[in-house]
């Protein structure tokens, strides 16, 4: 999972039913945008609010709209209920997605390191020709061991193993996770706003829902730092932070969605337990975004001149 790959919201309509055809133009929105992999039915995509009929119909909607383009799509099986997360994995299998990934259960939760692989095991055997990610983010499921072990150890048992999608700040523990195993899996980065400190650390890919809305911010701050501009990457970056703050000053997922549909992506409003902001938070926070210069800077083109905010 190398490059910028955007975790997609799922869209709602006005009911609250899920949108699938506003996938189409998510897909498009992303691919403007030089975006070619999207990790769908995730946290960004509010997974744990959505049924396992509604994961199935967004899954294969996605795989519909993307066959004959340069889209990629991952698809997040993660579930309370395991038997739910073998069945959407080798969901994701049947229809042709590139690869599956899971969270831990966060309800009862895996006991000890054995007990995650046991659960990993489960759900990986279930898409057996899939690369297999385990969706690190202890923030969320209160899972916490150390995925330096879990990569020595979770091989024997999944041997579609291909790395972790590591959701955590931790930055000495992605450190000790990248050289496990000989340095032999891929772990792509999961929290945008310190996105460069992971690029100086060795990641080759990220996964983050900014990536829906600002992925030129990130793609400049990617070439920065490839050309060894650092102060420039050091910019962008810190635009992104600010993004951040602003939205979750609001309620993230729910000012995110805004924010898609502000941008032309009408991703509908966020299903409790999140909040959605009202319109007058809105308005303040597209005015808030637009004293930054986001809407100067957010698709300037990566080999362009980025405007200041």
Request: hydrophobic content about 45%.
């Amino acid at each position: 999972m190398h490059g910028l790959q955007a975790a997609t919201h799922t869209p709602f309509a006005a009911d609250g039913e899920v949108d699938p055809g506003v996938v189409e133009r998510q897909c498009a929105h992303l691919l403007e945008r030089g975006v070619t992999s999207v990790f769908i039915n995730g946290s960004t995509g509010e997974s744990h609010s959505l049924s396992v009929p509604e994961r199935r119909l967004l899954a294969e909607r996605w795989l519909e709209v993307t066959a004959g383009t340069a889209m990629r799509v991952i698809v997040h099986a993660g579930s309370n209920c395991l038997r739910d997360a073998a069945d959407l994995a080798a969901h994701a299998q049947s229809i042709g997605a590139a690869a599956v990934s899971m969270l831990a259960p966060s309800y009862f939760r895996p006991a000890t390191l054995a007990g995650l692989i046991d659960c990993c095991e489960l759900v990986a055997r279930a898409a057996p020709e899939l690369p297999f990610y385990f969706y690190d983010i202890p923030a969320l499921t209160g899972v916490q061991f150390s995925m330096e072990e879990f990569l020595n150890a979770a091989p024997a048992r999944i041997p579609n193993l291909a790395g972790i999608k590591f959701t955590n700040s931790d930055l000495m523990a992605y450190q000790l996770a990248r050289r496990a195993a000989g340095g032999r899996f891929d772990l792509p980065w999961g929290c945008d706003e310190c996105y460069l400190a992971a690029l100086a650390l060795g990641a080759e890919g990220a996964i983050g829902s900014t990536y829906n809305f600002a992925p030129g911010i990130h793609q400049r701050l990617h070439a920065a730092f490839l050309a060894g501009d650092l102060a420039t990457a050091r910019d962008e970056q810190f635009r992104s932070v600010q993004v951040v703050r602003i939205l979750s000053g609001r309620g993230y997922v729910g000012a995110a969605k805004a924010l898609m549909t502000h941008l032309g992506v009408p991703v509908g409003p966020a299903r409790l337990p999140n909040r959605n902001p009202d319109r007058e938070s809105v308005r303040s926070m597209l005015a808030e975004l637009d004293a930054i210069g986001f809407f100067a800077w957010k698709d300037a083109q990566r080999a362009g001149t980025t405007p200041s905010p």
